[in-house]
């Protein structure tokens, strides 16, 4: 695809973002089974849940913009879930791998944080309020995500990780 205009990038990166939620609609379920302590299996599981309304949302935003639902190969998310999955491998206390489970987490949460951040001001810029609404929600989702991710890390699994040391 030719980049000609902003319009041009913002469907663009809206394709890496619907291939980046489909191969975390994959992955989380692992995620889940991985972890130890059940407040982190629940987190998982309800962001898989959330995840699954993004990709609703993302299929509202290809149809406002008139271009069809496509991913297009996310390399960046690819990688991220590989060292999730190295983390599920590793030979690990169970409250050291969901620590290290949270941490590969967040850093596919702050991906998406800056793909839909960057995609939600072109939208605005472009003067599509609608689809700028669109990818606001779901920025604040992931957002959420990340921090309820922080807290769980401090209150309890870092602590655990602490005591088996
Ligand atoms: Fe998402
Ligand atoms: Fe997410």
Redesign the pocket.
Known sequence: MKLNTLQDLLVEELQDIYDA?NQ?LKALPKMAKAASAPQLQQAFEQHLEQ?RV?VTRLDQVFQQLGTKSKGKSCKAMQGLITEGEEMIKEKADPAVRDAGLIAAAQRVEHY?MAAYGCARTYARQLGQPQVASLLQQ?LDE?GMTDKKLTQLAESLINLEAERAA
Do not use: G, K, L, R
Request: proline share 0%; net charge negative.
């Open positions: 939620e975390i995840s993004h998406e779901t992931e």
